[in-house]
Nanobody, 116 residues
Framework: VQLQASGGGLVQAGDSLRLSCAASGRTFSSYRMGWFRQAPGKEREFVASIMRMNIFANYADSVKGRFTISRDNAKNTVYLQMNSLKPEDTAVYYC??????????WGQGTQVTVSS
C-alpha cells in the first residue's frame, strides 16, 4: 500500500482544515487507518484511527471533540477533519495503514501550521 497525504497548510487558531490520505491498491478496505503527528523536537504521536468499515473511531484526548476521522473505501481515501485548531496542533501529520497489530505503511506527511 502506498499512501499520499495532502491538505496541510498555514491557518490561524480557530480555523479548520481537512487532511486527505489517498491509498493505492485494491485492499484499502481491509486496513485500519490512522493519523499521527510529529511536532518539532517531539516524538510522533497518535491522533486518530478508524476501523475498516468506517466505524469505531478512536482519538487522542488532545483532539477529541475537535477532530473527526472518516474514510471512503470506494475512493481509497481517509480523511481527518480538524476544527478549532490550536497552535499546539502544529506538526507534520502522517497517515498510516495497519494490517495486523502494527502500522505497516506510512505516508510522507503533510505540514500543518497553526498561528496564534
Amino acid at each position: 500500500v502506498q499512501l499520499q497525504a495532502s491538505g496541510g497548510g498555514l491557518v490561524q487558531a480557530g480555523d479548520s482544515l481537512r487532511l486527505s490520505c489517498a491509498a493505492s491498491g485494491r485492499t484499502f478496505s481491509s486496513y485500519r487507518m490512522g493519523w499521527f503527528r510529529q511536532a518539532p523536537g517531539k516524538e510522533r504521536e497518535f491522533v486518530a484511527s478508524i476501523m475498516r468499515m468506517n466505524i469505531f473511531a478512536n482519538y487522542a484526548d488532545s483532539v477529541k471533540g475537535r477532530f473527526t476521522i472518516s474514510r471512503d473505501n470506494a475512493k481509497n481515501t481517509v480523511y481527518l477533519q480538524m476544527n478549532s485548531l490550536k497552535p499546539e496542533d502544529t506538526a507534520v501529520y502522517y497517515c498510516a495503514a495497519q494490517n495486523g497489530t502494527v502500522y505497516n505503511y506510512w505516508g510522507q506527511g503533510t505540514q500543518v501550521t497553526v498561528s496564534s
